[in-house]
């Protein structure tokens, strides 16, 4: 990561409304973040949480409706989308299907003007860069999914962006050639130098790719950081919830194991199984996952057996015992894996 005092990107209080003022769909709500040069940034969050929209304000094909969108430090309410520095990979990869798979990549040459035969030239080069060598006569209809999503990535590379927006690009692949492309895509990030923008609904896609993560809900970031920190200490029961699968404790429950009153999250992988533990619990359910095996205990609080019983997921590493499901099992944790949030 270069370390420059200027963001690529930065919003601040940015809001981009749709609708009647009276009855506002708040698609971005007073955003403010900053997106370091060089950097692999990812947004993170369900369906309709404003993270395209986010994107078309970057990429300048949206405008805000208050606040400022700044690009290298300048404000860009008055620099057109094309003069922007910055190119967008779509999730549909928007190739165009009558034109060979050179003439797709070198579209953005030909467009400025550049010469046929340097234009090919370049375009060879970005399609060996992104691993498709001799596929430049070919059209679109005639490669996989993934090739596509190849094309689609050189196309906007050939531009030189300084910012690339990536949108869902690999939603559209199988699971096996998402993680090859995650960590191709990692890889050309790194070489390049280039600052990405890349929008996921897939926790675990922002977490292994992203040097920072915004996790997005309902128009606002509710947190952003590294990775460890968004996964380790969510801070709100939404991003605890939605990033993982941890359990998620309501205050008399937290107090009932030894914290105080307020919400907090403890993760499936910190808890142990115990002969001991003064957590007493009964298997209701188990599911295999390959890596470990995820109980569902019903646990009543500690010394009170069967009273304000509450189902606590319990991840079993690989190897380890498995109970049987109605088997009774103690469960313990170290203090400090209880960890405590806000409540939105
Ligand atoms: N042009 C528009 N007019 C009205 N509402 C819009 C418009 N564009 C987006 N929205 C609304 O703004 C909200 C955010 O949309 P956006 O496309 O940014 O979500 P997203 O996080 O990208 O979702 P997804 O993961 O489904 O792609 C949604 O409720 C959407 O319906
Ligand atoms: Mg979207």
Aim: charged share 20%; glycine share 10%; with cysteine.
């Amino acid at each position: 990561m270069t370390s420059s005092a200027i963001p690529a990107v930065e919003f601040r209080a940015v809001s981009r409304h749709f609708g009647p003022p009276s009855q506002p769909i708040r698609a971005v709500d007073q955003v403010d973040l900053a997106i370091a040069e060089g950097s692999f940034f990812a947004m993170l969050g369900p369906s309709g949480s404003g993270k395209t929209t986010c994107l078309r304000l970057i990429s300048g094909f949206e405008a805000p409706t208050a606040g400022e969108v700044r690009i290298f430090g300048e404000n860009s309410g008055a620099i057109p989308p094309n003069r922007r520095s910055v190119n967008t990979v779509f999730q549909d990869y928007a190739l165009f299907p009558h034109m060979s798979v050179r003439d797709n990549v070198a579209y953005g040459l030909m467009v400025r003007g550049v010469d046929r035969r340097a234009r090919h030239a370049r375009a060879d080069e970005m399609l060996a860069l992104v691993k498709l060598d001799g596929f430049g006569e070919r059209k679109p209809a005639a490669l996989s999914g993934g090739q596509r999503q190849r094309v689609a990535l050189a196309r906007a590379l050939v531009n030189e962006p300084r910012v690339l927006l990536l949108d869902e690009p690999l939603g559209a692949l199988d699971l096996k050639l998402r993680e090859a492309m995650q960590d191709e895509l990692k890889n050309l990030q790194q070489r390049l130098g280039i600052t990405f923008v890349f929008v996921t609904h897939d926790q675990g896609e922002a977490l292994s790719m992203a040097d920072r993560v915004a996790v997005f809900n309902q128009g606002r970031i509710v947190q952003v950081g590294p990775p460890a920190e968004i996964y380790e200490r969510p801070a709100t029961r939404f991003v605890a919830d939605f990033v993982g699968s941890s359990n998620v404790l309501p205050p008399e429950r937290t107090r009932a194991l030894g914290g105080p009153a307020e919400w907090a999250s403890l993760r499936p992988e910190a808890i142990r199984l115990t002969e001991t533990g003064g957590l007493r619990g009964r298997v209701t359910g188990a599911r295999y996952l390959g890596a470990g095996t995820r109980l569902t205990v019903a646990a009543g609080a500690p010394g009170r057996p069967g009273a304000d019983e509450a189902d606590i997921a319990v991840l079993v590493p690989a190897g380890r015992a498995v109970p049987d499901v109605g088997a009774e099992v103690g469960l313990g944790w170290d203090a400090a894996a209880l960890h405590l949030m806000g409540s939105e």
